[in-house]
């Protein structure tokens, strides 16, 4: 019997790098599916899942609103982050409260990023930039503040730029849950016997990860866009985790509330349920 090919899209991220390392370097055994793995930023990842174009693909949860149709849930492969989260970032000083009515850089329309900002503080413009290019939009002054996801979370400091909110850490005061910020789908036409098995080989590979942590470490650090191995440690270990291994009760109530929020505030204009590929 022949392979049969599956693409799995995730970003270009020490994070993603680090979770999908076993099932790019061949450490699993996958039987008789082969992966190829394409990399772009999350945006460009929620808009091909909008056309279905890969059979599984990292995307955020704003976006799962907007594919459900076509995708399932894996268990296994969330970020979620505990009291902490995307940030905004300005060059002068700010309070929260001074976000109203400000031009905002954000990286994508469909991020859960930008779904938290809305939830938070409704009344403000955006500009969408790449999102490696939100420290240079705010420095040269295209916006007064910006909306910093992946590692900039830990690095916007030695930009000399200032915290305004961590959205994470204001989702934890309101819910007292973790903040689930994207996951991974699959696309339900290929039928429950497939999905099974590509679900249990993307576990596979993140227990392997956290089993063999330094050299899927040292694997992920081609991602991390000059970050010390100590930042891209601590940032990996912040959104791969036994969360990423699997939701639990509390996880799947953490993302149907975030949705069910964004739907009540008329930013998702239909309520959501959640399917999982179980």
Known sequence: MSAMEITVAHSPDSDDAFMFYALATNKIKTGDIKFRHVLSDIETLNE???KGEYEVTAISFHAYAYLNEKYALLNSGA???DRYGPLVVSELPMKPSDLKGKVIAVPGTMTTSFLLLRLFEPDFLHIVVPFDKIFEAVAKRKANAGLV???GQ???ASFGLHK???LGEWWYKETQLPLPLGGNVVRKDLGPILISQIS????KSIEYALGHREEALNYAMQFARDMEVEVADKFVGMYVNNRTLGYGETERKAVQLLLDMGHQKK???QPVKLEFAE
């Open 164 to 166: 305004v909110i961590d």
């Open 79 to 81: 970020s979620m982050g």
């Open 149 to 151: 996801i992946h590692e």
């Open 267 to 269: 930013i998702i204009d």
């Open 200 to 203: 249990a080989i993307l576990r």
């Open 48 to 50: 091909k899942a909008l």
């Open 154 to 156: 830990l690095t916007f």
